[in-house]
């Protein structure tokens, strides 16, 4: 009998530790004939399976802080490309070019077959009720899944071989394939293989951070074009050196009354904003 329970309570056996059985809505069975070797599943099982789960995130949120993905190459919006999806959504881009999954099928292929698909596996539990759990004892359900397997490996394997069929006819080679080819010569002739943007050597800083002028361009609309580092993005000149092409005045101009695609900024910035801004940027000029 465990230690303070009454002579008269029922105890019963749950895991390797004795507890008394509980009257509740969750209420573990008698587990009495089976001393040792069976457990609730809640709280006893349940608890266990979610500290495995905490412990696992736990390590992925480790190695994505210490390892962290690099950055992809550069888009190319002129690049020529075969659209492809990821190599496990491959079968489905594959079975959705079937005759009876496309075209006038769409519906049938898109929503009935894959609905059947799902509501089988839903389903399973329920159809499949045997108790025996060797997979060869069971041949329904082990007879689904092997085709399952088969049909994901061949509509994966064909959509590959027309992919590589079509890169050889087109003569196109993926673009991963050629930075990586890329990388490798230049990591031959001693230069780097980065994709990022390499620094430039004589880069022109921004002059005089700590002036008041940098708050009203941080705050007013020219951050949005002309980029926080007043490097320029898009159609949008860079600021770093502009005081070695233009004049106070000059500058002055054209952010009251605007410029090719700028806007004027006399109504949303004041005359004096306007006169500190063009001060501060005309002091911007490469160092001698």
């Known amino acids: 009998m465990a230690h303070g329970f009454k002579p008269d309570e029922k105890v019963v056996f749950v895991g390797d530790s004795r507890v008394k059985k509980g009257t509740g809505f969750i209420t573990p069975p008698d587990y009495t004939a089976y001393p040792g070797k069976s457990e609730a599943f809640i709280p006893n099982f349940l608890l266990k399976e979610w500290m495995v789960g905490v412990v696992v995130l736990v390590g992925f949120l ?101 992919y590589a069929h079509e890169l050889e006819k087109s003569g196109m080679k993926p673009e991963h394939i050629q930075r990586e080819e890329e990388a490798h010569e230049k990591h031959l002739q001693g230069l780097p293989t980065s994709n990022a943007k390499q620094p430039e050597e004589n880069e022109i800083a921004i002059v005089d951070q700590q002036n008041p002028a940098m708050e009203i361009y941080k705050k007013s609309s020219c951050i949005n074009c002309h980029a926080a580092d007043m490097k320029g993005q898009g159609n949008a000149p860079t600021l770093r050196g502009v005081g070695d092409k233009l004049e106070k005045d000059e500058i002055a101009d054209i952010i009251a009354n605007g410029r090719g695609q700028m806007p004027p900024q006399k109504d949303a910035v004041s005359a004096e904003e306007i006169d500190q801004l063009a001060g501060w940027l005309a002091s911007q000029k490469a160092a001698e």
């Open 62 to 162: 480790v190695l994505t802080i210490s390892e962290p993905a690099p950055l992809g190459y550069p888009a190319d919006p002129g690049a020529s490309v075969i659209p492809m999806p990821d190599w496990y959504f491959l079968f489905l881009y594959e079975y959705l070019k079937l005759p009876y999954a496309s075209g006038d099928y769409v519906v049938l292929g898109t929503l009935g077959v894959s609905g059947v698909a799902f509501g089988a596996l839903l389903l399973a539990p329920f159809l499949d009720t045997g108790k025996e759990r060797r997979f060869y004892k069971r041949p329904i359900a082990s007879t689904l899944m092997f085709l399952s397997l088969a049909a994901v490996v061949y509509l994966t394997n064909s959509a590959w071989t027309h």
